[in-house]
């Protein structure tokens, strides 16, 4: 099987078992909103390097690993997870909840950093699961998550371009300097290198907010 490691896909928000974020998305049933998650996420070319930038579930972690552990051996795909607030592996939760669950999220993901800074195209981009809360409307936001939200930042301080996040559920893709990757922002499909680049390039570029 031919591999594709340089082919970048990024998703956010899978929310995998979550009964009420299952409705506020239009189905009726939670394991059919899991199901078209799943088959959107084999759109994924085999090979590829899959980024989630959190919040693969919400207190069903064993049942979301198992299931994107069977993607990932299905599609040979390497995986990367920066945690969101509902992952226990994230360290809001403590260093207890951390140890005990790491083992199982190494088990599927090659690495789990809570930031990680790429190139996307000619732009220095930094991914991460919530948004800096002076640049993006958050209504989840509370002090205890201002402690993990994005760092600021510009290349003109020695930063970066661009802050591409989930968490917010936001329908809106683009806002000036971040780009939202929830899946109510991609029609539930994860995003492409290609497809990145435009939203990036756009967020960089447009001076206010971005529909569509």
């Given at each position: 099987m031919s591999t594709h490691r340089d082919d970048i896909w990024l998703v956010s928000d899978l929310h995998l078992g979550h009964r009420k974020v299952s409705e506020l998305r239009g189905f009726d049933e939670t394991?059919?909103?899991?199901?078209?998650i799943l088959d959107n996420l084999r759109a994924v070319p085999d090979g590829a390097t899959l980024i989630c930038l959190g919040d693969i579930s919400v207190r069903r972690d064993a049942e979301a690993l198992d299931l994107l552990g069977g993607l990932k051996v299905e599609k040979d795909l390497r995986m990367v997870l920066l945690p969101g607030n509902h992952d226990r592996v994230h360290p809001m939760f403590g260093l207890?909840?951390?140890?005990?669950?790491?083992?199982?999220?190494?088990?599927?993901?090659?690495?789990?950093?809570?930031?990680?800074?790429?190139?996307?195209?000619?732009?220095?981009?930094l991914?991460?699961?919530?948004?800096?809360?002076?640049k993006v409307e958050d209504?989840?936001?509370t002090p205890a998550l201002a402690r993990w939200a994005a760092r600021g930042g510009t290349t003109t301080r020695g930063g970066f371009d661009c802050t591409?996040?989930?968490?917010?559920?936001?329908?809106?893709?683009?806002?000036?300097?971040?780009?939202?990757?929830?899946?109510e922002a991609t029609d539930l499909k994860p995003v492409?290198?290609?497809q990145l680049e435009e939203l990036v390039t756009r967020a960089v570029t447009c001076p206010t907010v971005c529909q569509g």
């Amino acid at each position: 099987m031919s591999t594709h490691r340089d082919d970048i896909w990024l998703v956010s928000d899978l929310h995998l078992g979550h009964r009420k974020v299952s409705e506020l998305r239009g189905f009726d049933e939670t394991a059919e909103h899991d199901q078209v998650i799943l088959d959107n996420l084999r759109a994924v070319p085999d090979g590829a390097t899959l980024i989630c930038l959190g919040d693969i579930s919400v207190r069903r972690d064993a049942e979301a690993l198992d299931l994107l552990g069977g993607l990932k051996v299905e599609k040979d795909l390497r995986m990367v997870l920066l945690p969101g607030n509902h992952d226990r592996v994230h360290p809001m939760f403590g260093l207890e909840s951390v140890m005990e669950w790491t083992p199982a999220y190494r088990d599927v993901f090659d690495a789990v950093s809570l930031e990680l800074q790429i190139r996307v195209g000619r732009w220095l981009v930094l991914l991460t699961h919530i948004p800096a809360p002076d640049k993006v409307e958050d209504p989840y936001m509370t002090p205890a998550l201002a402690r993990w939200a994005a760092r600021g930042g510009t290349t003109t301080r020695g930063g970066f371009d661009c802050t591409v996040h989930g968490h917010t559920h936001s329908a809106v893709p683009v806002r000036p300097k971040n780009v939202n990757v929830s899946l109510e922002a991609t029609d539930l499909k994860p995003v492409s290198s290609e497809q990145l680049e435009e939203l990036v390039t756009r967020a960089v570029t447009c001076p206010t907010v971005c529909q569509g």
